[in-house]
Structures are given as structure tokens and as C-alpha cells.
């Protein structure tokens, strides 16, 4: 199968995303060698295979087309879809999301872990003012501590959000377990759930820090 779900309580389960082109992608991403370029596009790679799965419970409404043959019946993708990366390096899974759902409407959440602590703080917001009927898929490649995450969803709801999926490429359990007691109805879909965090919290072996690698920062 292309997804093994996980229970780690009685929340929603995590869907691990085993898809052979999504861990290709991700073993690219992991790798040290992968250059910028690179490493953009395996992050839309896996953005895409994570999103098919994330969308298979999408509302759709029924239509009749028009071919050049005949009429056919069809499923249309019906609701609104609101997609909120966390930036910054939430930034690389949106163009692939908005390739699969071009009419989503977008929303930014500025977050950055402290490099001491690792708590992260928020710096930026900007919502659509809509949320409550949508679908939010929320989108960050990296859930360490859960922290960001977390945070993210609680300004989610605080909005009035009610249908969240949370899309990441490397999880951790304890990140994991942390979203799920604060937020349980959230569907989480990830690549990975990776062994342990290190002393500064990130997350081992996992990939680095996606930003910097993304953005040729450190
Ligand atoms: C990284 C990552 C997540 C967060 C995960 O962002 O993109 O947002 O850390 O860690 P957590 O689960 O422990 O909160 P960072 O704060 O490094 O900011 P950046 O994306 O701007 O590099
Ligand atoms: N953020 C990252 O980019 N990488 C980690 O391992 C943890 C947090």
C-alpha cells in the first residue's frame, strides 16, 4: 500500500505516505550532498505524492461534460481549500499544491523556532477571512518538537477552522504525540517519523534544517 497509518492514541490516525516516489524524494532530501536546485525539486516531488493522499477526501459534486465524442459523466473537486505554509520553509510545498489546486485560496504563518530553546514565535499572519467551511491543509516539510505546528493550528482554530490536515515530510513520535493531545482531529500525513531530536531539537537522522538548505542560508 501506498500509506500505513499510525495510532499514537485515540486521535486521528498519522498517515505515512510510502509511496516509492515519495521516498525517493525524500531520500534526496536527506542526502548532505543535494544541492539547492536539487533539493527544491524533490521537496515539490514529495510535496505532490503527499498531497494525492492528503486529498483523497476531498468533497467532490457530480457534473456531466462534453467531450468531443458524447457527454461523460464526472467528479468535480467541490469546497473551499485553504492552503497555509508555514514560512518559511512551508514555502516549498505551495506552488506544487496550488499545481494539483489551482482555485485554493492561500494563507501565510510567519513562524521561527528560537535557535537556543527551539520555541517557536510568530511573525507574521495573513489569512484568508473564510475558513470556517474549508479544507485548511496545512503545510510545513518539518514536525521536530511540535511546536511550530501547534502553534499554527491553535491560530487556525482561533480563525474558526474546523477541517485541518497537516502536511510534513519529516515527522518525530514526540512531535507527533504533542499535535495529536492539542489537537486531535487533525489528519496528519507524513513521509517519515523519524527516531529522536537532538540536544538543539532537530531531528536525527532527518535532513537538516530544510530553510537553510532550501534558501542556501545558515
Ligand atoms: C523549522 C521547520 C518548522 C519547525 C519545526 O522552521 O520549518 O517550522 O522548524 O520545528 P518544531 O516542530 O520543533 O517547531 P524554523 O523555525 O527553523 O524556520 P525556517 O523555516 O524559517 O527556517
Ligand atoms: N527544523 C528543521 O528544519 N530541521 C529539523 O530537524 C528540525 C526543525
Redo the contacts with the bound molecule.
Keep these: 500500500p501506498a500509506t500505513r497509518t499510525l495510532r499514537y492514541s485515540d486521535a486521528m490516525p498519522v498517515h505515512v505516505v510510502d509511496h516509492p516516489i515519495a521516498q525517493d524524494a525524500l531520500a534526496a532530501l536527506r542526502r548532505s550532498t543535494t544541492d539547492a536546485r536539487e533539493f527544491r525539486r524533490n521537496a515539490a516531488r514529495l510535496t505532490t505524492t503527499l498531497a494525492v493522499e492528503a486529498t483523497r477526501t476531498l468533497r467532490t459534486r457530480n457534473a456531466e461534460v462534453e467531450t468531443p465524442l458524447g457527454q461523460a459523466s464526472a467528479r468535480l473537486v467541490h469546497g473551499e481549500i485553504v492552503i497555509v505554509p508555514?514560512?518559511?520553509?512551508?514555502l516549498s510545498m505551495l506552488d506544487p499544491l496550488l499545481s494539483l489546486l489551482p482555485s485554493a485560496r492561500v494563507g501565510y504563518i510567519g513562524?521561527?523556532?528560537d535557535e537556543r530553546t527551539?520555541v517557536?514565535s510568530s511573525y507574521y499572519r495573513k489569512l484568508p477571512k473564510q475558513v470556517a467551511d474549508a479544507r485548511v491543509l496545512l503545510v510545513?516539510?518539518?514536525?521536530?518538537?511540535?511546536?511550530?505546528?501547534i502553534?499554527a493550528l491553535d491560530l487556525l482554530k482561533g480563525v474558526g477552522a474546523t477541517e485541518t490536515a497537516l502536511l510534513c515530510m519529516v515527522a518525530t513520535a514526540e512531535?507527533l504525540s504533542a499535535v495529536e493531545a492539542k489537537h486531535p482531529r487533525t489528519a496528519i500525513y507524513t513521509a517519515a517519523v523519524d527516531p529522536i531530536l537532538n540536544g538543539q531539537?532537530f531531528i536525527v537522522p532527518g535532513l537538516g534544517?530544510?530553510?537553510?538548505r532550501l534558501y542556501g542560508t545558515d
Design positions: 508555514i514560512l518559511r520553509a512551508g513562524l521561527q523556532r527551539a517557536a510545513d516539510p518539518m514536525l521536530a518538537t511540535g511546536g511550530s505546528a502553534n512531535g531539537k534544517d530544510f530553510g537553510d
